[in-house]
C-alpha cells in the first residue's frame, strides 16, 4: 500500500475539490518519492566554485536562487558540508524566502526558525557574515529546537544574528517597528509533508486546520508590531488547507489596513499556483514543481515614520581586567586584525563574543559570534571563532577536497601541517572553515568538537 492510498478521506476530498481537473496529477505525485535539494549561500560560495568543488551530482534550479537538485544519499556527511558550503532543504521550502526582496544590510527576524533553513536564506540574503551589515534575530519557541537551529546557523559561518527562544509577544515587545522583513513560517497541519514523512499523515485530522489557524492568526498579528513602517511581513506554511493561509492573510488584512499584499518574483509565480481568492499569494503544488508543498503570501506595511530602536536593557557586559588581558593576549597572536572587533561578555557563564549589536536580558541562545571563554587566566576557544572568523586567521591550514588529511580531521584526528611556530590555526577545505586546530612542531591538535565528528 502507498502513500496515496493512506491519504485521509477529508484531505483528498478536499483536495480534489480545490484542484478540479489538475486533481489527479496531484495524487499521482505522491507515488513518487519525495524532493530533495541544497542551497548555497552566495556569501560563502560562488556557483561556479561550487560547482568545481562539489563531488557528487548538482543541478541547478533556475527559479530559486543559490538551490541544486543534487544525488547523494548521505550529504550530511560530505565535508563540505561540515565546511557551510550547503544546507539540504526541499525545494518548495526555499520557494518562501526566494519571494522576499532581500538586499544586503536588512534588519530581519525569522519568527519560527528551525531546523534553520529559512533562516540560512534569511542570513545569506542581507550580509550576516562578518563584515557585513545584516542582521537577523532567528528565533524558536522551543529550547530542543533552539539547539538545534544554533548548531546550523553556527556551522554556516554567520556573525551578526541573534538566536532566542522568545514567546511572539515579547518579542513584539522587544523589537517594535524595527525589522526589514518578518518572516512567520507558522507551525502548521502539515499536509504538504504527508510525502516526506508519512508519520504526518497520521497526526493530522479534520480540524487540524481550524486549530492551527488560530495560533497562525495570533503568531501574524504579533509579527506585524515587529516590521518598520516600509517594510514586509512574509507568510508561509507548509499545508494546503484555505483557513491555514489565504483566510488567515485575508482576516490579517482585514484587520491591519497598513498591510499591503505584494507580487512575488515572476520565476516563481510560473512555478506556482495563484493563491486561493488571493492571487498575490502562491501555492506550491507537488504536481507542478519538484517539491513538498508550500503556502507564502508577501504583504508591505504602508512607509511613513522611522523604525525604532529596540526596547529591553542591553545584557553585554564589559571585560573585566583579566578576561581583556586574556582576550587581547589570545587575540593578538591568533588573529591578523582585531581593533575593530566589540568585545563583551554575555550571561553567567561570562562567554566572551563579538557583538556589535544590543543583547535581550533573556530568551538568548546565542549573540554574535562566541569567542570562547576565559579559564585560569587563558581563552579557551569556541568552535563559533573558527567558522566565523576564518578570514582573520594567521595561521590556516588549507586543505583541498581530495587531502586524505580532510577525514582524518573531521573524524577528530592530528593532522601534520606545513603551518610554521605554534598556535591556534583554522582548518579550511577549498577555503571554507572546518574548524579549528592548535598547532606545534607540524602537528595540528584537534579541536573539531566531538559531537559533530565523523565516524568511520
Not at 481537473?21 to 561556479?48: I, K, M, T, W
Not at 540560512?120 to 538545534?148: D, H, M, T, W
Not at 586546530?437 to 559531537?451: E, L, R, T
Request: charged share 20%; aromatic share 10%; with cysteine.
Amino acid at each position: 500500500m502507498g502513500i496515496n492510498d493512506n491519504l485521509p478521506a477529508a484531505f483528498r476530498e478536499r483536495m480534489a475539490g480545490l484542484l478540479g481537473a489538475d486533481g489527479p496529477r496531484f495524487f499521482a505525485s505522491y507515488a513518487s518519492a519525495a524532493e530533495r535539494a541544497l542551497f548555497v549561500p552566495a556569501g560563502r560560495c560562488s556557483s561556479e566554485a561550487f560547482g568545481r568543488i562539489c563531488p557528487f551530482p548538482v543541478e541547478r534550479i533556475p527559479y530559486l536562487p543559490g538551490a541544486y537538485r543534487f544525488d547523494c544519499p548521505s550529504p550530511g556527511n560530505q565535508p563540505l558540508h561540515h565546511a557551510g558550503a550547503f544546507y539540504v532543504q526541499d525545494p518548495s521550502a526555499m520557494a518562501t524566502v526566494s519571494a522576499a526582496p532581500l538586499k544586503p544590510g536588512m534588519k530581519c527576524l525569522d519568527l519560527c526558525a528551525a531546523p534553520g533553513g529559512k533562516s540560512v536564506q534569511l542570513a545569506s540574503g542581507v550580509g550576516c557574515y562578518e563584515g557585513g551589515a545584516g542582521f537577523l534575530v532567528s528565533n524558536e519557541i522551543q529550547p530542543a529546537r533552539c539547539k538545534v537551529l544554533c548548531g546550523n546557523l553556527e556551522r554556516m559561518g554567520f556573525a551578526n544574528l541573534l538566536v532566542t527562544n522568545a514567546d511572539a509577544k515579547r518579542l513584539a515587545a522587544w523589537y517594535p517597528s524595527y525589522f526589514d522583513l518578518v518572516l512567520v513560517d507558522a507551525p502548521c497541519s502539515g499536509e504538504g509533508m504527508f510525502r516526506k514523512d508519512p508519520a504526518a499523515i497520521a497526526e493530522w485530522s479534520p480540524s487540524a486546520p481550524a486549530y492551527c489557524a488560530k495560533r497562525q492568526a495570533m503568531l501574524l498579528a504579533e509579527a506585524a508590531k515587529t516590521v518598520a513602517p516600509g517594510g514586509f511581513l512574509l507568510y508561509s506554511t507548509c499545508t494546503f488547507a484555505p483557513e491555514e493561509n489565504e483566510r488567515v492573510v485575508l482576516a490579517f488584512l482585514d484587520a491591519h489596513p497598513s498591510f499591503a499584499p505584494c507580487e512575488v518574483p515572476e520565476g516563481l509565480r510560473a512555478v506556482t499556483a495563484a493563491g486561493v481568492g488571493l492571487p498575490s499569494a502562491r501555492r506550491w503544488y507537488p504536481h507542478i514543481a519538484p517539491g513538498e508543498g508550500q503556502f507564502f503570501a508577501l504583504l508591505r506595511r504602508e512607509p511613513g515614520g522611522e523604525p525604532s530602536a529596540p526596547l529591553f536593557p542591553d545584557a553585554r557586559s564589559p571585560l573585566t581586567a583579566e578576561e581583556a588581558y586574556a582576550v587581547q593576549e589570545f587575540l593578538a597572536d591568533t588573529l591578523l586584525s582585531h581593533a575593530d572587533l566589540s568585545l563583551c561578555a554575555l550571561g553567567r557563564a561570562r562567554r566572551i563574543a563579538v557583538c556589535p549589536f544590543p543583547v535581550p536580558p533573556e530568551n538568548v541562545f546565542a549573540a554574535g559570534v562566541t569567542l570562547g571563554t576565559v579559564e585560569k587566566g587563558r581563552l579557551v576557544p569556541h568552535h563559533q571563532l573558527f567558522k566565523a572568523f576564518s578570514e582573520r586567521f594567521a595561521r590556516k591550514i588549507e586543505l583541498p577536497p581530495d587531502d586524505p588529511r580532510v577525514a582524518a580531521y573531521l573524524s577528530g584526528a592530528e593532522i601534520p601541517c606545513d603551518v610554521s611556530g605554534s598556535g591556534w590555526a583554522v582548518v579550511t577545505l577549498a577555503g571554507l572553515p572546518l574548524g579549528g586546530a592548535k598547532v606545534s612542531n607540524g602537528v595540528a591538535k584537534n579541536h573539531y568538537p566531538k559531537g559533530l565528528r565523523l565516524h568511520a
